[in-house]
């Protein structure tokens, strides 16, 4: 399975560096050199957590487990989106095709997206379902797909890769990620508070790993979305950014 892995991440890179030579034949510097690094970077990472045999470590450590979501969501599914990988599907597909995708992108909702990031992981960390995943090798791969396309749906208003457009105000997207930090953080101190093991696929010894993996949820998260939400504020409330939006009132 990790081949097969391997096979359909490199075809989608492929595929990715072929419609952008594409786009660059057409469109000459539409797209940067480093939204294509940052497309390439997401995949390799995609296939360093999937296709290597440390992606066989989530079956023995809970850590391991959250580390391998946490890198597919938090890190692999922005590079991807900072790659514009709309604008080389387009290309690569007929006309009519592209344009209707372009379309129905463009119309992403900020709350779907946010609903789809937050309950992806709270489910999957629902103890039934959770071993449900651990148990089924097809359950398991359905599993880490669905946090690729929630990553990508959660930073899609984050992002705005084209042509996804401002649908609310600016201040509205550190409030986003601030939000979705609670509920994380809440599976997080209940994972390192709860002096009992939550997931019987793993030993009983578990008990400090589970608390690790807690811990290690807790401080990613809130970086991860903390952190740039507080540089768009700081960017929102900085003199150059009132100047700009005075000069254009």
Same mark, same amino acid.
């Given at each position: 399975?990790?081949?097969l892995v391997?096979?359909?991440?490199?075809?989608?890179?492929?595929?990715y560096?072929?419609?952008?030579?594409?786009?660059?034949?057409?469109?000459?510097?539409?797209?940067?050199?480093?939204?294509?690094g940052?497309? =390439?970077?997401?995949?390799?990472?995609?296939?360093?957590?999937?296709?290597?045999?440390?992606a066989?470590?989530?079956?023995?450590?809970?850590?391991?487990?959250?580390?391998q979501?946490l890198?597919i969501?938090t890190?692999?599914?922005?590079?991807i989106?900072l790659?514009?990988?709309? =604008?080389?599907?387009?290309?690569?597909?007929?006309?009519?095709?592209?344009?209707?995708?372009?379309?129905?992108?463009?119309l992403?909702?900020?709350?779907?997206?946010w609903?789809?990031?937050?309950?992806?992981?709270?489910?999957?960390?629902v103890?039934?379902?959770?071993?449900?995943?651990?148990?089924?090798g097809? #359950?398991?791969?359905?599993?880490?797909?669905?946090?690729?396309?929630?990553?990508?749906?959660?930073?899609?208003? =984050?992002?705005?890769? #084209?042509?996804?457009?401002?649908?609310?105000?600016?201040?509205?997207?550190?409030v986003?990620?601030?939000?979705a930090?609670?509920?994380?953080?809440?599976l997080?101190?209940?994972?390192?508070f709860?002096?009992?093991?939550?997931?019987?696929?793993?030993?009983?010894?578990?008990?400090?790993?589970?608390?690790?993996?807690?811990?290690?949820?807790w401080? #990613?998260?809130?970086?991860?979305?903390?952190?740039?939400a507080?540089?768009?504020?700081?960017?929102?409330?900085?003199?150059?950014?009132?100047?700009?939006?005075?000069?254009?009132?």
């Amino acid at each position: 399975m990790q081949l097969l892995v391997l096979t359909l991440l490199c075809s989608v890179l492929a595929l990715y560096l072929w419609g952008r030579r594409a786009v660059h034949q057409f469109f000459p510097g539409a797209m940067r050199i480093s939204q294509v690094g940052a497309f =390439v970077a997401g995949i390799l990472t995609l296939a360093i957590v999937l296709g290597t045999p440390l992606a066989m470590l989530d079956h023995h450590s809970l850590t391991a487990h959250m580390i391998q979501h946490l890198v597919i969501m938090t890190v692999a599914a922005p590079l991807i989106l900072l790659g514009a990988p709309v =604008v080389v599907l387009v290309h690569l597909l007929p006309p009519n095709a592209g344009a209707a995708l372009a379309r129905r992108a463009s119309l992403a909702h900020p709350i779907v997206c946010w609903l789809a990031g937050v309950a992806v992981v709270i489910a999957w960390h629902v103890p039934a379902i959770f071993l449900v995943g651990m148990k089924s090798g097809s #359950w398991h791969w359905f599993e880490q797909a669905s946090f690729l396309i929630a990553g990508l749906l959660f930073w899609w208003p =984050v992002i705005r890769p #084209w042509p996804a457009i401002a649908q609310w105000p600016a201040w509205s997207t550190p409030v986003y990620l601030f939000l979705a930090a609670f509920p994380c953080d809440a599976l997080s101190a209940f994972l390192c508070f709860c002096n009992r093991v939550i997931y019987p696929h793993y030993p009983p010894t578990a008990l400090k790993d589970q608390a690790c993996a807690g811990a290690l949820m807790w401080v #990613w998260i809130t970086f991860a979305y903390l952190f740039p939400a507080a540089v768009l504020t700081f960017r929102l409330l900085s003199p150059e950014k009132r100047f700009a939006e005075e000069a254009v009132i």
